[in-house]
């Protein structure tokens, strides 16, 4: 069974940074892309960042860019999401989801909140 | 940025009738493969998000008949053949074809 678990989401004050974790299980980890989507609290879907299978290949969306940095360690089945110089817009559920062109299967995702 | 809107924005629904919801792309979705890759999931309340339909028209796994997906090039529909009380909740439609990826606004599904 594929598992996604995502991990290191809470309180954070703004200008602060935090590292998000994904550990997967129940497939190969290093023969998919990886993603982050985020949902703010009522608000819909954003995609946040992709990585390839190997950990060359690296997306950003606009919003995210030159702040968050999304690696993996194949050898943990691990996906990762640093993110610094947080914002109030940050705030939301983070999910981990597999796949390039459109998820298959998502974690149940980890709270981020950005306040002082 | 691939623009995807949807239409209606709600959608109330009578048990057992039909379902349909639109989405539109700013730009063609077909890849340079030759796939158009157009997602539709759907979202229940206090749950995760779960991929119904790839590729236009392709169901995933476990999802029933009654839902289906259309479209081509920049014009895309899912249907519900017949409602039935799982189905409420938000439905997004997404392209996995250019970078960034995008989702539409979703459309919140209720029951009358």
């Known amino acids: 069974e594929v598992q996604l678990v995502e991990s290191g989401g809470g309180l954070v004050q703004p200008g602060g940074s935090l590292r998000l974790s994904c550990s997967a299980s129940g497939f190969t980890f290093s023969s998919y892309y990886m993603n982050w989507v985020r949902q703010a609290p009522g608000k819909g879907l954003e995609w946040v960042s992709s990585i390839s299978e190997t950990g060359y290949g690296l997306y950003y969306g606009d919003s995210v860019k030159g702040r968050f940095t999304i690696s993996r360690d194949n050898a943990k089945d691990s996906l990762y999401l640093q993110m610094s110089s947080l914002t109030a817009e940050d705030t939301a559920v983070y999910y981990c989801t597999r796949g390039w062109s459109g998820p298959d299967y998502w974690g149940q995702g980890t709270l981020v909140t950005v306040s002082s | 940025d691939v623009e995807m809107t949807q239409s209606p924005f709600s959608l109330p629904v009578t048990l057992g009738q039909p379902a349909s919801i639109s989405c539109r792309s700013s730009?063609?979705?077909?890849?340079?493969?030759?796939?158009?890759?157009l997602n539709w999931l759907h979202q229940r309340p206090g749950q995760s998000p779960r991929r119904l339909i790839l590729r236009v028209s392709e169901r995933d796994f476990g999802v029933p008949d009654r839902i289906s997906g259309s479209g081509s090039g920049t014009d895309f529909t899912l249907k519900i053949s017949r409602v039935e009380a799982e189905d409420v909740g938000i439905y997004y439609c997404m392209q996995g074809t250019h970078w960034p990826r995008t989702f539409g606004q979703g459309t919140k599904v209720e029951i009358k």
């Open positions: 730009q063609s979705l077909v890849s340079s493969d030759g796939n158009t890759y």
